[in-house]
């Protein structure tokens, strides 16, 4: 039977959530749009999800707005606070997401000045850097993820919200990877802005959501509808949205035990590992997500590594999941100073509320059977 280890790429639709979806799938509901019964129930079950995710990061249910996923969040949160201003400065993470260095590199093209964040070589902010371009420069926005989706090393962005604001800036934190895995409380973080994504916690894909203090000027990157109050137009997928919202409460209700469970399963893995000469844990003296292993072994390319591992029945990554066939080292080891030749090695295990210690103990038996037949 394969193994899924790559829950940071996506993950399987809860039964329960798809049994919560499957009336807006195949019943009779309406637009939610829409005045007649129809419409009204699809608007209750919309609100009930907002208010379901909003329980889950702590956030107010008004502060939520429905987008496409965790691509268009961190595309709304950039693009749309910045469309408002004066071209100034905005700074993200080294190790970000592609959606958001993307979506900040953009900017350049309308007379923005983007610049990346050093990090340490554990994967976390460099403060004196940090602190420094924030003193040097007239910063507008700054995007951090609350935790890697390759390293899973989680950012302090509490400390980094201080920052930000005593500089007059507004804060967008990424938590598309730490929703549902570890506690998520937009509120005490101190984020303006926040992106989230249901198919990394059991829920459908193609539905996400952007968390947003009413005190930011946002304008809409779609157009066409009052739906989202304005900043989302088009009309809802009821049912996606009914889904995240059903994975989104049980995420919060069986936090505590799934966390223990995949840092159980990350602990044998990581003490396997350490078994294997020259082995390197990329993060390993950071905070982490407790599902997440990133590392390398000698003389090893990770996406031939990959493959070899696939043929044994072992899906893994080789790094994120919107990044891979590129055929480039990850830009995530690469701010952390990793050299080029190690980092092109590297291998992502990703662990899953389903996986158990077989599962474990039999990837670590082919990765040595994998090292055996090499030497």
Not at 96 to 107: F, R
Not at 136 to 153: D, I, K, P, Y
Not at 334 to 360: F, Q, Y
């Amino acid at each position: 039977m394969p193994v899924y280890l790559d829950h940071n790429a996506t993950t399987h639709l809860d039964a329960r959530v798809l049994e919560a979806m499957l009336p807006y799938l195949t019943g009779p509901y309406g637009n939610a749009s829409s005045l007649h019964r129809f419409g009204r129930a699809a608007r209750d079950a919309v609100e009930r999800a907002r208010e379901q995710v909003a329980q889950l990061v702590g956030c107010q249910p008004g502060e939520i707005i429905w987008t496409s996923g965790g691509t268009e969040s961190n595309n709304l949160a950039i693009k749309g606070v910045t469309a408002g201003m004066a071209p100034g400065v905005v700074l993200y993470g080294a190790t970000e997401h592609p959606a958001v260095m993307e979506a900040a590199q953009a900017l350049k093209l309308t007379g923005w000045t983007v610049e990346p964040i050093r990090v340490d070589a554990s994967g976390r902010i460099d403060w004196p850097t940090f602190e420094a371009q924030l003193r040097a420069h007239r910063v507008q926005l700054v995007s951090l993820m609350r935790a890697n989706n390759e390293t899973g090393v989680i950012q302090d962005v509490a400390r980094a919200a201080g920052l930000v604001h005593a500089a007059g800036a507004w804060l967008h934190v990424d938590a598309v990877q730490a929703a549902g895995k570890i506690p998520v409380d937009f509120q005490a973080l101190g984020a303006d802005l926040m992106s989230l994504s249901a198919h990394k916690l059991y829920g459908p894909k193609g539905i996400g959501a952007l968390v947003r203090k009413a005190a930011v000027d946002l304008f809409p990157l779609h157009h066409g509808g009052p739906q989202e109050r304005g900043l989302r137009g088009g009309t809802e997928n009821v049912a996606a949205i009914v889904g995240f919202g059903v994975a989104a409460e049980l995420a919060r209700q069986e936090l505590e035990v799934r966390t223990r469970h995949l840092r159980a399963l990350r602990e044998r893995l990581e003490a396997g590992l350490r078994s294997l000469p020259g082995v390197c844990i990329f993060g390993a003296d950071a905070e982490r997500l407790p599902n997440t292993v990133q590392f390398a072994l000698p003389g090893y390319d990770g996406e031939a590594l990959l493959m070899q591992l696939d043929r044994r029945g072992f899906g893994v990554s080789s790094g994120s999941a919107c990044a891979s066939g590129k055929g480039e080292p990850s830009h995530v080891l690469l701010a952390m100073g990793v050299p080029r030749e190690i980092a092109r090695g590297a291998i992502r295990v990703s662990l899953g509320r389903e996986n158990s210690e077989a599962d474990i103990d039999g990837f670590l038996a082919a990765l040595k059977s994998l090292a055996a037949e090499r030497a």
